[in-house]
């Protein structure tokens, strides 16, 4: 039943913890209103007593919000939570759950004399479940389902939906980023080299539990509020829960678990090394192994060995073996393996210390390394360069380099195969693009994918095509068209896929990830975006607010609330309840005057959906069925309702009906034109009016509303 619930993932699929605050005497209280108008009647009784965050802003629809990280943060930190309490946020059970709040819930509508709901509902959503056949299960294959590129020679960031292959959304970083998927693939981190920065994007991809598996849900991608500054950042690596990335303009790493990314209060720290060089730091849990720089030569920028560093930035081990080291790749857990000039170090936890060992080259050629170096979980082999032109699997048990391909000239890239730890992948300067067999070294399958390239002259950076694997298939950029193309790896041909981005491509990361199995469910439904699902509210009404007098008792439940989290300021929050229940008696007052202005026979009410009912109560009006027979806007009328609704209006001899400033203003526009009335201006329903909208508290919206409706039909 939830929306784009993006937190309960951040929660109960990628395990992250937010710290929360217990309100102490002295602190401002912390409050959250789901909502901007209960949010405004929590802000007149708080005062300057109390720090509040509203989730919905006043244009958006409680119904079908879509919590952000900020909106997780905010729950974790909050001493109480206001709510409707009638199910009209549907997202937010998992929302607090996700969080870890200890906050109070106060449902505002409780004393309320509610009204039940007129029916049961379906409605569309903008996003799909995609269910797989067996669920998202421990060992299920993951496959990413969007993919996001970086512009060679601006900030942008493109999102790409794999499933239609479209560009869902583009973000404007300060400087062009080199993007990486983290470890559970839900975000990307743009690392700008020249910005000094990183920002991160989450995928907008949702894994939603759902009885004894996980439903992926697809949202809108967003950007994080999250900038981790750096000097020259460049080397990035995921592991164990935490993230490091390594700055070289000053030798230091910034390293963080994944928990600071939605929590204020998790640490960012920051390791140095002595001097400035192209390094790179591994986080292994409660150590991190941290690149240590040529002393003796400090023209050289390449690192010289590895130190086992503390959070503190205490160095409790050195491994100086490793001439030139350059790549890294993390294995079997507590296992890392660096590229040297003379080889490669293995670096491995035995009890509380690490212990090394040195693989050798394959050859005893000086001017031949292995300087990039991959794994891939379930993979029996490391994979790696060795020079420009071949490739290496290394067997750490075993002990041994070897070489399994000499493509004869440069290979530009190279990476695992998206779903088969057996395979390799490589893009040669020809264009072409190979499937390699590990094992064997045998070459399975080419394609040309792109045209002939040459690498940047020396010195020099340009873009160049680049790809990533995502279980099957292959992504390759093109920088000079500026689009994206996608190969099969199972059949070796260049797909119809040709996404346009613009600019110059060259970095690209796969992420969003969800069961393989859900994916390849959802090819059955040719990429339905549009799925429809029973969302079956509470069996009341939940537009309570919409009646002055209900609105009192908000009053009331938040004045007792917040004087029972804060006795010191008592006083104060009975005082500014009193004074507004007056204001709110005042409203009751004025609405009733002004409906006495509207003959009886057109006291007749026509909205989008159903949300007048208490309104009508309270003031003697008669509502017709509405075009959406549901509660929310974000529903689609069924077959032959409008024609129900357009006989009904003209058999009534109603003059006007009601938009909202969240609802269907073009199916109301048509209604009004077959009906022959009039679309008053629309009402504020669900939020407040923006500055300048004589609607921007619930007082002014209530009596803008009620002058609209009163034009509209008093004839």
Not at 95 to 109: D, E, I, M, T
Not at 334 to 343: I, K, M, P, Q
Not at 501 to 511: L, T
Not at 686 to 708: F, K, Q, W
Request: negative net charge; charged residues 20%; glycine residues 8%.
């Amino acid at each position: 039943m939830l929306r784009r619930i993006l937190i309960s993932v951040l929660m109960s699929v990628l395990l992250i913890g937010v710290s929360v605050r217990a309100h102490s005497h002295g602190e401002m209280l912390k409050v959250v209103a789901t909502y901007s108008i209960i949010g405004d009647v929590v802000s007149v009784i708080g005062g300057e007593n109390i720090s509040l965050t509203v989730l919905v802003p006043g244009e958006g629809d409680p119904h079908v919000y879509e919590p952000t990280p900020q909106d997780l943060i905010a729950l974790a930190e909050a001493d109480i939570l206001f709510e409707n309490g009638l199910e009209l946020e549907p997202w937010i059970d998992a929302l607090y759950a996700a969080s870890g709040s200890q906050a109070v819930r106060v449902p505002v509508s409780d004393g309320v004399d509610v009204l039940e709901f007129m029916g049961q509902h379906d409605h569309g959503h903008d996003h799909s479940h995609d269910h797989g056949h067996g669920g998202f299960m421990e060992g299920d294959a993951m496959i990413g389902t969007r993919l996001i590129v970086s512009d060679f020679e601006t900030g942008k960031l493109h999102v790409i939906d794999l499933r239609d292959n479209t560009v869902i959304a583009t973000f404007e970083v300060g400087s062009p980023a080199r993007v990486y998927a983290s470890e559970n693939g839900q975000y990307a981190f743009a690392i700008q080299q020249r910005g000094n920065m990183t920002n991160v994007v989450f995928s907008g991809v949702s894994m939603v539990p759902h009885d004894d598996h996980f439903h992926a849900e697809f949202g809108r991608p967003s950007m994080l509020g999250v900038d981790i500054p750096g000097s020259t950042p460049i080397h990035f690596v995921n592991h164990h829960g935490m993230v490091a990335i390594f700055n070289d303009g000053d030798g230091t790493a910034s390293v963080f678990a994944n928990d600071f990314l939605f929590d204020a209060n998790a640490p960012l720290v920051t390791l140095a090394t002595a001097r400035a060089h192209h390094g790179v730091a591994v986080p292994m849990e409660d150590v991190v192994l941290i690149s240590s720089p040529n002393m003796e030569d400090t023209r050289s920028s390449l690192p010289i060995g590895v130190d086992v560093m503390t959070l503190d930035g205490e160095i409790v081990q050195s491994f100086p073996e490793c001439p030139g080291l350059h790549g890294e790749a993390a294995f079997d857990h507590d296992a890392v393996a660096f590229g040297c000039s003379d080889g490669v170090l293995i670096l491995e936890r035995d009890g509380e210390a690490f212990v090394s060992r040195k693989i050798a080259n394959p050859t005893a050629n000086p001017d031949l390394r292995t300087g990039t170096l991959y794994y891939m979980e379930g993979a029996q082999f490391l994979l790696g360069n060795y020079g420009r032109n071949a490739l290496v699997r290394i067997d750490p048990a075993a002990g041994t380099s070897e070489v399994i391909l000499d493509a004869g000239q440069r290979i530009w890239s190279f990476q695992y195969h998206g779903e088969d730890p057996s395979k390799a992948v490589a893009l040669t300067m020809d264009g072409n693009l190979h499937v390699i067999d590990i094992a064997s070294g045998e070459i399975e399958g080419t394609v040309q994918v792109v045209d002939p390239f040459l690498a940047p002259a020396s010195g020099r950076s340009a873009p160049r095509p680049a790809f990533v694997t995502n279980g099957h298939m292959a992504y390759v950029s093109e920088p000079l068209p500026g689009d994206i193309r996608a190969v099969d790896l199972e059949t070796m041909t260049v797909t119809d896929m040709r996404v346009f981005v613009g600019g110059k491509p060259f970095s690209m990361a796969v992420f969003g990830m969800t069961a393989v199995s859900e994916v390849e469910h959802d090819h059955d439904h040719s990429h339905d975006h549009d799925h429809d699902h029973d969302h079956a509210h509470g069996e009341f009404d939940p537009h309570t607010w919409l009646a002055p007098r209900n609105v009192m008792i908000f009053a009331q439940n938040i004045r007792d609330a917040l004087m029972a989290a804060d006795p010191a300021h008592a006083a104060e929050y009975e005082a500014n309840a009193a004074a507004y229940i007056a204001e709110l008696e005042a409203l009751d007052a004025y609405i009733a005057e002004q409906v006495a202005r509207i003959p009886e026979q057109n006291r007749v009410l026509v909205a989008t959906h159903e949300l007048f009912a208490y309104f009508a109560r309270d003031y003697g009006f008669t509502l017709l069925d509405t075009p959406l027979a549901a509660v929310t806007t974000a529903a689609e009328p069924a077959a032959g309702q409008i024609a129900t609704v357009i006989e009904e209006i003209r058999a009534a001899g109603v003059p006007a009906i009601f938009v909202e400033n969240v609802g269907n203003s073009a199916l109301m526009e048509r209604i009004a034109s077959e009906a022959n009335v009039i679309v008053a201006p629309p009402l504020f329903t669900h939020g407040l009016g923006p500055v300048g909208s004589g609607a921007e508290t619930y007082l002014e919206m209530m009596r803008y509303n009620i002058d609209i409706i009163v034009e509209a039909l008093a004839g």
